[in-house]
């Protein structure tokens, strides 16, 4: 089974609008941390935002939001006011605390911010 | 405080070659890992070093072989190149190892060596 699974391939949005981006996770361990990535065409990865599975507030970095629902098993990353420098793919990630620190990725999203 | 570096950043090989990357941590990081990205695979983990120790393997072949010196520096070697080896290699660092390091855990990348083999 997937560890992080994103669903959407590729997102649009306004300029100035807010976007979702979704991801949804699985593990077993009580313990894990939750992560977004931001990759531009640069190919460098971006740290945006963390959420620990044992956080009972919603993380929260700038624009950057992570909307945790723990019992969905979900960490959808919310972007609000979005920017043309904000189309990139994204990355949800998670680290299992057995697993030591060895991430997994999901596949990504793709967002393109319109003007 | 620099950020995590990546040298070469570019590299053009034939097949059968064997290639050497490099990767500085952040100053403090002691725990590196590595990764390779493909449009057909996404990322997947290669191997995580801390403390000159290699502490996860990913599923990869042996021609894929790593190393940690004591000032955290890595280095990744792929013996054999072939065609598909053909990725951007990243590299990322964090503070800590540990599974209850929560936001130290945190993995900074660089900005990655694209590796083109012929």
């Known amino acids: 089974a997937q560890k992080i699974t994103q669903t959407q391939p590729g997102m649009f949005v306004q300029e100035k609008e807010a976007v979702t981006l979704d991801c949804t996770y699985d593990?077993?361990?009580?313990?894990?941390?939750l992560f977004w990535y931001k990759q531009p065409s640069s190919g460098e990865m971006i740290f945006l935002i963390y959420?620990?599975?044992?956080?009972?507030q919603n993380a929260t970095e700038g624009r950057y939001s992570l909307n945790f629902q723990k019992a969905r098993k979900s960490a959808n990353l919310v972007i609000s006011a979005s920017q043309l420098g904000d189309s990139a793919m994204y990355f949800c990630?998670?680290?299992?605390?057995?697993?030591?620190?060895?991430?997994?990725f999901g596949t990504g999203t793709s967002l393109t911010v319109i003007p | 405080k620099a950020g995590v570096t990546q040298t070469p950043r570019y590299l053009i090989k034939t097949r059968g070659q064997q290639v050497t990357l490099s990767c500085s941590p952040i100053?403090?990081?002691?725990?590196v890992s590595w990764y390779q990205q493909t449009p057909g695979q996404g990322l997947q983990f290669l191997f995580e070093?801390?403390?000159?120790?290699?502490?996860n393997k990913g599923n990869f072949p042996g021609r894929f072989s790593g190393r940690q010196f004591s000032n955290s520096r890595s280095e990744m070697n792929v013996s054999t190149l072939e065609l598909g080896d053909s990725a951007l290699y990243l590299c990322?660092?964090?503070?800590?190892?540990?599974?209850?390091?929560?936001?130290?855990?945190?993995?900074?990348f660089g900005p990655g060596t694209r590796l083109t083999v012929l």
């Open positions: 990322a660092s964090s503070l800590l190892f540990s599974g209850t390091s929560g936001k130290m855990g945190t993995q900074y």
């Open positions: 593990t077993s361990d009580q313990s894990y941390g």
């Open positions: 959420q620990g599975s044992y956080d009972e």
């Open positions: 990630a998670m680290r299992e605390g057995r697993s030591g620190n060895q991430f997994y």
């Open positions: 100053s403090g990081h002691r725990s």
């Open positions: 070093y801390f403390s000159e120790t290699q502490r």
